[in-house]
């Protein structure tokens, strides 16, 4: 039986997944909440089921933690009405309108001002890391970076995102590891200020990308419930995996100053290593739920039944030794070959077909910017943990360091 809350397994889940590939492309695992789930764990099952429409994104009625009829539960019915709970052809219509709004020229034209941003977190945390004091580097800097940055793409006023966070962090957990209730106010909470976000968005557009997309619905785009939904998925999809990116890579560079010192060396390095960042500790441990819509097999003793709830395990996927030799070991190298080497194949950490990460150019860019600006104010950074002990989040979702203690050499 598998608990996803077990905070061993939520620090290292790769043995676990190492021995569910094993055992078959799709394997029955029971979850400590009572229910089953089929889990794929092969780099080419993965992509082959996120790429095949048997496997349906749409959650079945009354799924989710809050009780049936309950407040939390209309307002969560509501927020889940999103692409990425859609399969076509509303899939596609509702990411036709957002793919527009995430272009590469817009993307591009974030840098200066996620450089800014990044510079001013950095040199907060500085100042406080003189006299050899300790700081949380998730909570000065790879959170609040991505919040910022998603904030702005959505017009979110910067004194709420404290709250965002509290909220959506809830939202995100399993509900057993939290107080009673809490999970439930949070889906009251996030529907109540989207709902709020929108009605101001009516009454003061701004540049920002959602005030677009709210002045769209007189053209025949989104509706209320379609807004409020995206307002919730963007925020959710690009702060809480952005933040494990951020946090993860540092965590490994701090661990291999070696790969550390060769970035700073020659910065065309940078990219290398946040693609590896992201192959080496998936920021998204799997992908959201899929379900069969009917039988499928997907060989060997990988027969799932119709209706049956299937994960796909990037994590797994990203450290399968048939496509990353040496899976375990963080080489960045891998991503530059040398010259008539081979590159690695592509990660999987971003997902794969129709679903595939609409912020991917976002996040890689996030990355590439921010953790040079890190590491060239903060050279002398040292873990003030062992990372055995560094705790990470819970669940099969998200994953990364819930912090990271640092202080200057
Ligand atoms: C390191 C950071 C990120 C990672 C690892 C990541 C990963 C992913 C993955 C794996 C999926 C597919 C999920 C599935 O198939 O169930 C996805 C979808 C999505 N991501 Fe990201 N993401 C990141 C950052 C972002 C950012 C910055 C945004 C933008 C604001 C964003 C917006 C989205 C959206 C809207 C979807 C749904 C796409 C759809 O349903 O068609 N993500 N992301």
New binding site residues.
């Given amino acids: 039986m598998l608990d996803p809350a077990d905070p061993a397994f939520a620090r290292d889940p790769y043995p676990y997944y190492a021995r569910l590939r094993t055992q078959g492309p799709a394997v029955r695992v029971a979850l400590a909440n009572g229910t089953h789930a089929w889990f794929v764990t092969g780099y080419e099952h993965v992509r082959a089921v996120?790429a095949d429409s048997r496997f349906s994104?749409v959650p079945p009625p009354g799924a989710g933690r809050p009780r049936p009829d309950s407040p939390a539960q209309r307002a969560r019915a509501c927020l889940a009405r999103?692409?990425?709970?859609?399969d076509a052809p509303d899939?596609t219509r509702?990411?036709r309108l957002?793919s527009a709004a995430?272009s590469p020229r817009r993307v591009d034209a974030l840098r200066p001002r996620i450089e800014q941003l990044a510079s001013e977190l950095i040199a907060k945390a500085a100042t406080r890391t003189q006299n050899g004091a300790v700081v949380d580097l998730v909570d000065a800097f790879a959170f609040p970076l991505?919040v910022l940055?998603?904030g702005e793409?959505?017009g979110v006023p910067e004194a709420d995102r404290d709250d965002l966070r509290k909220w959506t962090y809830r939202v995100g957990s399993p509900a057993d590891a939290l107080p009673a209730g809490a999970v439930d106010e949070a889906w009251i909470r996030l529907h109540a200020y989207f709902t709020e976000l929108i009605a101001d968005k009516r009454r003061r557009p701004g540049e920002d990308l959602f005030s677009a997309l709210v002045h769209d619905v007189t053209e025949g785009g989104l509706d209320d419930g379609e807004l409020l939904a995206?307002a919730f998925?963007?925020?959710f999809?690009?702060?809480e995996?952005?933040m494990?990116?951020l946090a993860s890579a540092s965590l490994l560079l701090l661990t291999h100053p070696g790969e550390l010192a060769a970035a700073r060396r020659d910065a065309t390095r940078w990219t290398a290593v946040v693609e590896e960042a992201?192959r080496h500790a998936?920021?998204?441990e799997?992908?959201?739920?899929?379900r069969t819509t009917q039988e499928v097999n997907l060989g060997g003793s990988g027969l799932i039944p119709a209706g049956a709830s299937v994960l796909?395990v990037?994590a797994a996927a990203n450290r399968d030794p048939a496509h990353f030799p040496d899976p375990d070991a963080f080489r960045p190298d891998r991503y530059r070959p040398a010259a008539g080497g081979t590159r690695a194949a592509p990660h999987?950490?971003?997902?794969?077909?129709?679903?595939?990460?609409?912020?991917?150019r976002?996040?890689?860019l996030?990355?590439a910017v921010a953790l040079p600006v890190l590491f060239d104010a903060l050279p002398g950074l040292q873990l003030a943990e062992d990372p055995g002990e560094i705790p990470y989040r819970p669940g099969l979702l998200v994953r990364g360091p819930r912090r990271l203690p640092v202080r200057r050499a």
């Fill in positions: 996120l994104n999103h692409m990425l709970n859609s899939h509702l990411r957002t995430f991505p940055v998603i793409v959505l995206m998925l963007l925020l999809a690009g702060y995996t952005t494990n990116l992201l998936s920021p998204l799997a992908t959201t739920w899929r796909a990037l999987a950490a971003f997902g794969h077909g129709p679903h595939f990460c609409v912020g991917a976002l996040a890689r996030e990355a």
